[in-house]
């Protein structure tokens, strides 16, 4: 699995050259500003506690991610060596 991890790690693309779509930098502008005017109104401890969950959230979607981005690829070869097994049969 070490080209599908490398794949999926942008092991073939720097982050900083992920390029987002209008949206997407709405959407990461609008998140950055509410997420800290939020944290602001947050004692220390609960910015700590926050921050955590924060990490929690992300390894454990990544870690969800990554599978469903193994399972595509694995259905992807499943599905092309179906298809070839179909074509190549003659009636």
Known sequence: MKII?????SECMKI?????????????????KL???????LTEEQQDM???LFT?????????EKYAYKLGFKTGVLLSAEVKEISNFSL
Do not use: C, I, P, V
């Open 50 to 52: 926050l921050d955590k």
């Open 35 to 41: 997420h800290e005017k939020f944290l602001n109104t």
């Open 16 to 32: 900083e050259e992920m390029q987002f779509s209008k949206d997407g930098e709405r959407a990461l502008k609008e998140f950055n």
């Open 5 to 9: 991890d490398n794949l999926y790690e």
């Open 56 to 64: 929690l959230d992300a390894e454990t979607f990544l870690e969800r």
